[in-house]
């Protein structure tokens, strides 16, 4: 059965840092790209970054290329997001997910990815 699991989230004031991790069991983690999606109330579920199955391509949403920084360690089957210099308007929930379709770099379709995680919440305060 797979799972993925985020964590990391909680409440930063405006200019701080989180980092989220995303950890995935029951799977061949090394064959899927992953991504970062966050969705804010009453908003469509946005596209934040993703990373190829080795690591070696990333994208960003314009709205955090600079900021935030997606990173995998596929040895524990572990997807982080480093996030500096938080805004209110990066408050949302924020979701893994793994993506099996897409091979030698990953985009931030919803439809490509397969399993999803529960969430965790990210509140940035002005």
């Known amino acids: 059965q797979v799972q993925v699991v985020e964590s990391g989230g909680g409440s930063v004031q405006a200019g701080g840092s989180l980092r989220l991790s995303c950890t995935a069991s029951g799977l061949t983690y090394a064959n899927y790209a992953m991504g970062w999606f966050r969705q804010a109330p009453g908003k469509e579920r946005e596209g934040v970054s993703c990373?190829?199955?080795?690591?070696?391509?990333?994208y960003y949403a314009d709205s955090v290329k600079g900021r935030f920084t997606v990173s995998r360690d596929n040895a524990k089957n572990t997807l982080y997001l480093q996030m500096n210099n938080l805004k209110p308007e990066d408050t949302a929930m924020y979701y893994c997910?793994?993506?099996?379709?897409?091979?030698?770099?990953?985009?931030?379709?919803?439809?490509?990815?397969?399993?999803w995680g529960q969430g965790t919440q990210v509140t940035v305060s002005s």
């Open positions: 997910a793994a993506d099996r379709r897409t091979s030698g770099g990953c985009s931030v379709k919803g439809y490509n990815y397969e399993y």
């Open positions: 990373i190829s199955r080795g690591g070696t391509f990333t």
